[in-house]
């Protein structure tokens, strides 16, 4: 039972995918449905005390047929795992939270887009164990009404520059002063097909860094100058 909510938001999402056809102007793209667990474990170097840090993440939720979606945000069965605030963690645990900032071009493309996720590196600088838990990889949120998916979430662990892995799920990977881990949150599903979407709201994404120009052109077909000044 010790994980039974964590197939809550899939379950949930998975019913509002089969209502589609039913109920088109009702149905929302597939949230990023995952708690997105980072988990820190270790001793104090000076004192030896045990510490463990339950650092759950926040992502993106769909697109309904009205608006963009929201997030980040928990997932809808996330229950009390909030957001611990930067200045706390860094005071009490052996790392640094060296960047904390939306997640560009995690939200699904459509004719409104998904929500995004987010993305938060932490620079270890004492020994511990990572323990990972990050659902929804294999079946991305997806996106309905012609929306396509948002990204799943992932953690990059740097041991050192040009050696990187990418995990999901892991017990205990050891880590060490020096390190770094990516902890990069999915976005939600789009609603719609992307080339809907008014060109104003591309552009206006893309000078808030929430898609790239790149993508821009990739997903919706829309050339954007990021030199081009926009007005929100």
Known sequence: MGNYSQAFPTVIDAIIKALENALPARVTGGHFGTFSGVRLRGKHRD????????????????????HDGAGPFRTMAHGDTRIIPVELQESMYPYRIVEFALREDSAGPGKFRGGLGFRKRYQILGPCNLQAQFD???????????????????????????????????????????DMIIVETGGGGGYG???????????????????????AERAYGISVEPSKDFRS
């Open 136 to 178: 929804r990889v294999k079946c991305p949120p997806w996106g309905v009404a012609g929306g396509r998916e948002g990204k799943s979430g992932q953690i990059t662990v740097v041991k050192k520059p040009g050696e990187e892995e990418v995990i999901y799920k892991h017990k205990a990977y050891p880590l060490e002063p020096g």
């Open 193 to 215: 097909s992307p080339s809907e979407r008014a060109r104003e709201f591309v552009e206006r994404d893309v000078i808030r860094g929430y898609v790239s120009a790149e993508e």
């Open 47 to 66: 004192t030896g005390a045990p510490f463990d840090c339950h650092d759950s993440g926040h992502g993106g939720w769909g697109a309904c047929a009205t």
